[in-house]
């Protein structure tokens, strides 16, 4: 697909040289970015930040499904991690996705733990 966040959403964000931090610099230059052509590490910081959802969650389902580790640029496991922690209300949009969340979860325990330290090290609460 070629469109990108601006066009799907129907608003158009700041320049992303402009923006107040490099963070959401980051985000605006992903938001003028073709979806598929988003990089793991952007889509990662999408969801960190919460932005750009529920259309960023219908591209990380996907990629979660075939690897519940899929490394958004933090470390293994780091988007669902951050999903698994996420507040209620970004799942209104697709409750299906959250619905998938514990069996994504299971399965990334599951694998080695030299594969899922740092997402297994990321559950714990403090």
């Known amino acids: ?15 992303p040289e402009d923006a107040p931090t490099s963070m959401i610099g980051d985000i605006w230059r992903s938001w003028k970015k073709p979806i ?12 960190v ?19 519940p580790l899929f490394d958004g640029g933090y ?9 698994l922690r996420s507040p209620p209300e970004i799942w209104i949009d697709r409750p299906e996705y959250e619905a998938e969340l514990a069996a994504l979860e299971k399965r990334a325990l599951a694998a080695g733990e030299d594969t899922n330290f740092a997402f297994r090290k990321s559950l714990v609460r403090f």
């Open 1 to 15: 697909m070629d469109r990108t966040l601006e066009q799907l959403f129907g608003y158009e964000v700041g320049d």
């Open 36 to 47: 598929s052509d988003l990089t793991p590490e952007e889509l990662g910081k999408l969801v």
């Open 49 to 67: 930040q919460r932005d750009g959802f529920p259309i960023v969650l219908d591209l990380v389902m996907p990629k979660l499904r075939a690897d």
């Open 75 to 83: 470390y293994p496991g780091d988007v669902l991690s951050d999903l």
